[in-house]
Nanobody, 125 residues
Framework: VQLVESGGGLVQSGGSLRLSCAVSGFTFDDYDMVWFRQVPGKEREGVSVCSSWDGTTFYEDSVKGRFTISTDNAKNTVYLEMNSLKPEDTGVYYC???????????????????WGKGTLVIVSS
């Protein structure tokens, strides 16, 4: 199983980035996909989730209206479009997968099945 994030980097406040997470080794269609982020000294937090059932999405309050999660099942890839970036969005962003019927918590990362290694996003003020 592999989840490989890309697209991170340094961007100025107000800028945009598009993160990608290419997955392999499991049936992408059967898993809900989640983006997390972690800032040093803080708890990991779920940023957004996309349901594999019907494509329903949810977002952490601070990113609503600015971030968009999407999937391309043909490419086994999940994306996170990030606009109007703020310095507080800085962190390591991880994608993770959870079996669609499992009792996972997308906000905390509890019971996620697979994780990527992360990509660093730095937003300068």
């Amino acid at each position: 199983v592999q989840l490989v994030e890309s697209g991170g980097g340094l961007v100025q406040s107000g800028g945009s980035l598009r993160l990608s997470c290419a997955v392999s080794g499991f049936t992408f269609d059967d898993y809900d996909m989640v983006w997390f982020r972690q800032v040093p000294g803080k708890e990991r937090e779920g940023v957004s989730v996309c349901s594999s059932w019907d494509g329903t999405t949810f977002y952490e309050d601070s990113v609503k209206g600015r971030f968009t999660i999407s999937t391309d099942n043909a490419k086994n890839t999940v994306y996170l479009e990030m606009n109007s970036l703020k310095p507080e969005d800085t962190g390591v962003y991880y994608c993770a997968a959870a079996w669609r019927t499992s009792d996972y918590d997308w906000r905390t990362g509890y019971a996620m099945d697979f994780w990527g290694k992360g990509t660093l996003v730095i937003v300068s003020s």
